[in-house]
């Protein structure tokens, strides 16, 4: 069974910054693409920014210019900088990876979530 598992976090001041890390785990055959979701109270999921394996990046409007999503091919791991963090930021986020697994095929694993607040 394949497993995301994230981390990195926390409670941060507007404008400053946090690096979010996923590491996959499993009977992992590929990765076709990894990404970020987030889900703020009373909103739906979104999804913030999306890398494919040949690095072809997708972002949100809001997150063009402050967020960098970026992957260790090596390691199975995506991870998000996300600089000038703003209020509107603050959400629960998610790993999802576009996998094929070992015998039981192509499938999309969500991680658990790790939550990110941002306020003075």
């Known amino acids: 069974q394949v497993q995301l598992v994230e981390s990195g976090g926390g409670l941060v001041q507007p404008g400053g910054s946090l690096r979010l890390s996923c590491v996959a785990s499993g009977r992992i055959f590929g990765i076709y693409e990894m990404g970020w979701y987030r889900q703020a109270p009373g909103s739906q999921r979104e999804l913030v920014a999306s890398?494919?394996?040949?690095?072809?990046?997708t972002y949100i409007g809001s997150a063009k210019g402050r967020f960098t999503i970026s992957r260790d091919l090596a390691k199975d791991t995506v991870f998000l900088q996300m600089n000038s963090l703003k209020p509107e930021d603050t959400a629960v986020y998610y790993c999802?990876?576009?996998?094929?697994?070992?015998?039981?095929?192509?499938?999309?694993?969500w991680g658990q979530g790790t939550q990110v607040t941002v306020s003075s």
């Open positions: 999802n990876a576009d996998i094929s697994e070992i015998v039981t095929g192509r499938k999309s694993v």
């Open positions: 890398i494919r394996s040949g690095a072809t990046a």
